[in-house]
């Protein structure tokens, strides 16, 4: 470990504390899993247990979704085996860059039409997907694994590679695992994974009335 | 309170566990917070605290979303308010004949065109939408609040009722509040207040290798 990296939250003794820490920076305190998060890229290659892997998936199992269609379908690779080197190939550059020390590589896959009625398109099903990765995070984290999701790959690669029905289609990668170390990263990729985290103001979200009229409890004392 | 709810778990001493609890049937224990999630349809009118409401829109503020586009907005009505009272007009007939005792009515929108370059399309926006939603869900979960999210309505209405700028879309509408006396509901909703919660197996969604072929970890005793 580099000695530029000691004004982090390093080698805290509490468990649950991730090795890089970058809480949310918020008005009110959140629940701590989601005020830890955030999408590292440096992962350790420390292997995910099959008990904590069958956690996340029950996880993302038991989200909500429209009419309960469960739209939702991922298909796992892990470090060194054929299927993490396939979806490995998906992903454009910039994420092989860093993404290829992960021990889990995962796509998530939309089912675009109704199970219930073949014939209907579920318009629902890649909200509902979206759902499911966060129920999957929120579950990795409290197993101490981060997620980082990647929108930067081959979705028709995929559907080729993975044999994918017509009527089903790769959303999003994930890389998942333990918090490595940032200084396996090369330098660009360093400067990012120590920057701040950034989001708009919450009043820029948050509407009463009409849209784009912010609401008045979020600046309330109440 | 019923007789023939005596078998559920009402009134228990532990502040956490909500009056109707529904846990998830599943191989291992996940994170209380989302073993015990479910959709109401009963809701106690009890208001929710501004503390409460600015963390759930903090938490929603801090999900992940691709390039950081942050492409979710939020319309909020209170019980008895105009906000209330056009979002619940544009809800279908079914939703109406129960999301009216809701303390909070939600519209969840999706901005489907880049902030960075107003060009292009967003094709994340509905994805990271659902994530919003989840966030917000867990969030409201720790505080034992209920989330109950609707497909069922006008979407075209309620883009001209609230004035949304054409690249916005009201994707999803949610009850928010706490768990209330499934009396008060009609016996069909009723019913299906009591009824078990259900989930396709697990080894029809996660994958290796190809699509449909389960993950051999799903079963192993690791």
Do not use: C
């Not at 299927?83 to 860093?98: A, D, G, P």
């Amino acid at each position: 470990m580099s000695s530029n990296l000691a004004f982090l939250n390093l080698f805290k003794t509490r468990k649950k504390i991730p090795m890089l820490s970058k809480p949310a920076q918020t008005s009110e305190a959140l629940h701590p899993l989601i005020q830890n998060r955030w999408s590292p890229r440096a992962f350790s290659s420390k292997p995910v247990g099959d008990t904590q892997l069958r956690r996340i998936f029950e996880s993302a199992r038991w989200a909500p979704s429209s009419s309960n269609e469960q739209p939702w379908r991922f298909i796992i690779g892990f470090l060194g085996d054929q299927t993490y080197i396939k979806i490995f190939s998906i992903l454009v550059e910039f994420n092989q860059l860093w993404a290829g020390t992960a021990p889990v590589l995962m796509l998530g896959i939309a089912k675009k039409t109704s199970s219930k009625n073949p014939e209907r398109q579920n318009k629902s099903a890649v909200y509902d997907l979206g759902q499911a990765l966060a129920y999957l995070t929120f579950q990795a984290m409290a197993d101490d694994l981060f997620v980082h999701q990647m929108g930067g790959f081959d979705a028709a690669k995929a559907a080729e590679l993975f044999q994918l029905p017509a009527d089903h289609e790769v959303i999003t990668v994930s890389a998942i695992g333990y918090i490595g170390d940032p200084d396996i990263l090369s330098p660009n990729f360093k400067k990012m994974e120590l920057d701040q985290r950034y989001r708009q103001p919450i009043d820029e979200m948050v509407f009463t009335d009409t849209f784009g009229q912010p609401a008045p409890f979020l600046t309330s004392a109440g």
